[in-house]
């Protein structure tokens, strides 16, 4: 009997929601540039040609029967794949499959995860690029390593070390936090190789006021995901001083406790306290990962 053919060593999973145009080209250079890979589009119910493309460019196409979200896309996508080593692009052409190699080369060097950073001008605009700016700050004070992409959608990993954190995954589009700081907290070698990202083909699926709220969010998630304790600590500093500082002006005045002064300190202690039942619920989360963890 024949032997059954290996899986593909790398997996190359494309997200797609109504990217019938860009993938003409994309899933081609992809097949040309990386004709061994696995190349899987999750159409993520598209209402135009996103799957007839796909096939049509010899790419395997995973179907949602309606839209869940490019985090649920990548999901199916990481579910589906075969390959050791998955590597996960926006379907909209931004992104160069020559730069796939770059990211693979990466990882041959030992790391779990090479993130394709992106350059100056390659924001799609200015106050996208600030936004990106200070979330890498942020993320990179967290973590205390440099963080130069913490959202970009175009990166390589190990599939079994990513499949660790799908549970994490939100269904939208913070699913690169999700998962650069999921690596970090478990102790993994995480990589970042400079790209340029080019305009994308066809409209955004982004929208400014919604998106720009959720990723506000991401900020405070950053924290609860790697240590919360780093962002419940100064938040209970603050009502606590504030607490203190009231008392003693009030009681200089008056000789008096008010109850402002009470429930400013009663608030900073249970801040405090949630802060370090959320570190606890952090520590279990990650139990079951590498014992190569650093413990924080």
Known sequence: MANRADPPRVSIILPAKNEAASLRTLVGGIRKSHPDAEVIVVDDGSDDATAEVAKDGGARVVRHPYSMGNGAAVKSGARA??????????????????DIARLIARL????DMAVGARQAGSQASLGRGLANSFYNRFASLIVGQRIEDLTSGF????ADKFREFLYLFPNGFSYPTTVT????????????????????VGM??????????RFLLIIFKVGT????????VPIAALHGFIGVGHYLNTYLSTGRL?????????????IFLIGLVSEQITQLMYRGTSGRTDGR
């Open 258 to 270: 008010t109850l402002g002064s009470v429930f400013m300190i009663s608030a900073g202690l249970t």
């Open 225 to 232: 995901l790697y240590s919360p304790l780093k962002i419940f």
């Open 155 to 158: 990166r390589a990993v190990r």
């Open 108 to 111: 041959e060097e030992g790391y």
């Open 181 to 200: 700081m999921a690596f970090f907290r478990a102790g993994y070698l995480v990589s970042y190789v400079p790209i340029h990202a080019g305009k994308r």
């Open 204 to 213: 955004s699926h982004l929208r400014p006021i919604r998106d720009g709220i």
């Open 81 to 98: 794949a075969t390959g050791e080593i998955l590597v996960f692009m926006d379907a909209d052409g931004q992104h160069d499959p020559a």
